[in-house]
Structures are given as structure tokens and as C-alpha cells.
Nanobody, 121 residues
């Protein structure tokens, strides 16, 4: 089993910044892709950004140029630096990890519990 624990959410004024982090813990696993998704009020969960173990990143158009995803493979941790925040960035942000388990074939998908980000205009 893999646990993901997010931190860093909160209330910020428009134009401000936040840094989210997500640490994965458990045993006998290797993380492939990690990412951030968000669910805004009344909307479905949507991609924010992902990063592979090799550092290849992908961003939604809505955050490109404002958010930066990074990871520390040694710490099994992924970060999201969110700058120039807008009211429409208000959402619950979820960490995601796609992992392989040592000695087993296949991929497993894990989610964190979510952290609230509220941007006041």
C-alpha cells in the first residue's frame, strides 16, 4: 500500500503564491508518474500537471506559465509551485502517483486526501 500526504494549501489573495507538496510512503514500490489534479466547486476533477520519473512535465493550458511541478525522487515527493494565482484556481488539489510494485506486474494508481486552495479576489 502507498500513502500520499499533501500539504501547503490555504487561503491566498489573487496574484499570490502557494507551494504544495505531496510525500509518498510505503514499501516495495517504485513511483512512475506523479501529478496534481484539482476539483473546483461544481466541476469534475481535472489535470493540473504531471511529471515523470525522468522529469518530463505536462501542464494544463490554464496553469501553463504560472505553475511549476517538480519532484525529488530520493524523497518520493512532488511539489507544485503556484504563482500568479487567480480566483478560478480555487479548488481542492489532489496528489496522484502511478506506481509499480516490486515483484508484481502492472501499475497502481494512488490519490492523496486533497488540500484546499482558496484564492480571494
Amino acid at each position: 500500500q502507498v500513502q500520499l500526504v499533501e500539504s501547503g494549501g490555504g487561503l491566498v489573495q489573487a496574484g499570490g503564491s502557494l507551494n504544495l507538496s505531496c510525500a509518498a510512503s510505503g514499501s516495495m514500490f517504485r513511483i512512475n508518474t506523479m501529478g496534481w489534479y484539482r476539483r473546483a466547486p461544481g466541476k469534475q476533477r481535472a489535470l493540473v500537471a504531471t511529471i515523470t520519473s525522468g522529469g518530463i512535465t505536462n501542464y494544463s493550458d490554464s496553469v501553463k506559465g504560472r505553475f511549476t511541478i517538480s519532484r525529488d525522487n530520493a524523497k518520493n515527493t512532488v511539489y507544485l509551485q503556484a504563482n500568479s494565482l487567480k480566483a478560478e484556481d480555487t479548488a481542492i488539489y489532489y496528489c496522484n502517483a502511478i506506481v509499480t510494485r516490486l515483484g508484481q506486474v502492472g501499475y497502481w494508481d494512488y490519490w492523496g486526501q486533497g488540500t484546499q486552495v482558496t484564492v480571494s479576489s
